[in-house]
């Protein structure tokens, strides 16, 4: 059975990439990342994902990208946005470099295990266009993962592979549900208590997918008490 590896940070979209990748015939293998995130709820929800999916490992590396700051996500000095996504505005939850971090490392697990597949749950639709969630950067990542490995250069180097990267969310609920990813084990909100916040703008994306998905109830409202 082909090996893949999926970058697992606990939310929606990551669950449902390597449910797909799953669905191929691969056998995967999850990474998660202590980035010193404002929260582990992120890290459980991973955790509780790999579980419920059967993946065949799941390790969890320490980067601390929290260091220099930079973002909402690892900044508490900086707010959390609530007022809704902007277009052709990068938001403050940007991280700086953080997937071109996880790529690299997610790289050098997939030539050490023969990997065939870097599994990425990154989207463009729905939110404002991440620097490092886009096409041509994924484009450029490939031919630099060509370039930079042994397996690379004798032509069998690991593809990178973002199924959901031109999806809508609400596809992307579609598909998850299709597959029987655990949606209610998964963690989207930027905050990290112990329901989602609801107000933020990945709550209100994921809800209204949800909504219209025909599933209101998995929606952040019916978790919080």
């Not at 729905?126 to 690379?152: E, I, N, V, W």
Request: include cysteine.
């Amino acid at each position: 059975m082909p090996t893949a590896i999926a970058l697992l940070s606990g939310g929606l979209d990551s669950a449902t990439a390597a449910a797909l990748a799953q669905e191929a015939g691969q056998r995967v293998i999850g990474l998660s990342f202590d980035y010193g995130q404002r929260h582990r709820r992120e890290l459980e929800a991973a955790a509780a994902v790999a579980a419920a999916l059967g993946l065949a490992e799941h390790h969890t590396i320490q980067v601390n990208l929290a260091a220099w700051g930079g973002s909402a996500l690892t900044d508490p000095a900086i707010a959390v946005p609530s007022t809704g996504v902007q277009e052709g505005v990068i938001p403050s939850t940007y991280v700086p470099g953080r997937n071109t971090v996880f790529i690299a490392i997610g790289l050098s697990l997939a030539e050490a295990r023969g990997a065939e597949r870097l599994v990425l749950g990154v989207n463009a639709v729905d939110y404002s266009g991440y620097p490092d969630c886009r096409p041509d950067y994924l484009a450029a990542f490939q031919q630099l993962a060509d370039l930079a490995s042994k397996a690379g250069r004798e032509g069998h180097g690991t593809r990178l592979w973002a199924p959901l990267v031109q999806w809508s969310k609400t596809q992307i609920v579609r598909e998850a549900l299709r597959l029987g990813v655990p949606v209610q084990d998964t963690w989207s909100c930027y905050s990290g208590g112990e329901h989602p916040c609801g107000v933020c703008d990945s709550c209100r994306i994921r809800d209204a997918a949800l909504i219209e998905a025909g599933r209101p109830d998995l929606a952040s409202r019916h978790r919080q008490p």
